[in-house]
């Protein structure tokens, strides 16, 4: 049975949490200083477990918050089309007044019921699990008694971790995935169970500017 280490990319200048965010999707953004800060960090966190495989989204992001683990666990990083980032279609790149200015019907069902939105252009949420289930299968396969770490995207992992969890894909707004969290799930005999969700433990001595609450981590202002 594998175990999955499921990782959110670090922060880019996109969710930095200055300003309004950013439909991003494919658009193929670097970490920014916080970010690479926060890739060393889940290196040091993870360096001593016992990873078998790292996979990571084919965008640059994704790939650059696995590059300081890679070096640490001497392993390759192998990307996976499985775990890229949802295809917004032409609500890429627009901020979310935007997107709800041009696009107000699609934009309030996404804020309602995001299972039902079709993005113009792009993918649903559905399309993202399909893929997602798919990976499963062949990791679960390829890796039995592993471990291994994936690094995807916020809406990547909120839909694997809805789908581990048995929860409907509408449930996205109750998982929260911070920049550099991580996600711990356990394949069993019965099924998935989850082991952590969303720790940003290993994240307290880096520079936060996008957690959900980062009064909790006593972060001094920078």
């Known amino acids: 049975m594998i175990r999955i280490i499921l990782v959110r990319h670090g922060q880019t200048t996109w969710n930095a949490g200055a300003g309004e965010e950013r439909f991003r999707g494919r658009t193929d953004l670097p970490l920014d200083d916080a970010g690479c800060a926060q890739a060393q960090a889940v290196a040091r ?3 001593r477990d016992a990873i078998s495989a790292l996979y990571s989204s084919p965008l640059l992001r994704a790939q650059q918050t696995f590059q300081p683990l890679a ?4 392993l390759p990083i192998q990307s996976h089309p499985g775990l890229i ?3 917004y279609g032409r609500f890429q790149g627009m901020t979310h007044s935007e997107a709800a200015e041009v696009y107000p ?3 309030a069902q996404w804020q309602s019921t995001p299972s039902q939105v079709h993005f113009p252009g792009g993918e649903s949420l ?3 699990q399909a893929r997602l289930l798919a990976m499963l299968e062949e990791l679960a396969d390829r890796h039995s ?3 291994v770490a994936l690094v995807g995207h916020q809406i990547v992992n909120k839909v694997l971790a809805c789908t581990l969890l048995g929860l409907d894909l ?3 707004g109750r998982i929260q995935q911070d920049t550099g969290a991580l996600d711990i799930f356990q394949q069993t005999d019965t099924g998935w169970i989850t082991l952590c969700l969303n720790d940003v433990c290993h994240l307290h001595d ?3 500017t996008n957690l959900t609450n980062p009064d909790l981590f006593q972060v001094t202002p920078q």
């Not at 070096?71 to 001497?74: C, L, R």
């Open 71 to 74: 070096g640490a666990v001497g």
């Open 126 to 128: 559905h399309d993202v």
């Open 206 to 208: 880096t520079v936060q």
């Open 105 to 107: 019907q699609q934009y």
């Open 45 to 47: 966190r993870l360096q």
């Open 85 to 87: 980032d949802i295809n």
């Open 170 to 172: 509408d449930q996205i």
């Open 145 to 147: 008694e592993q471990i």
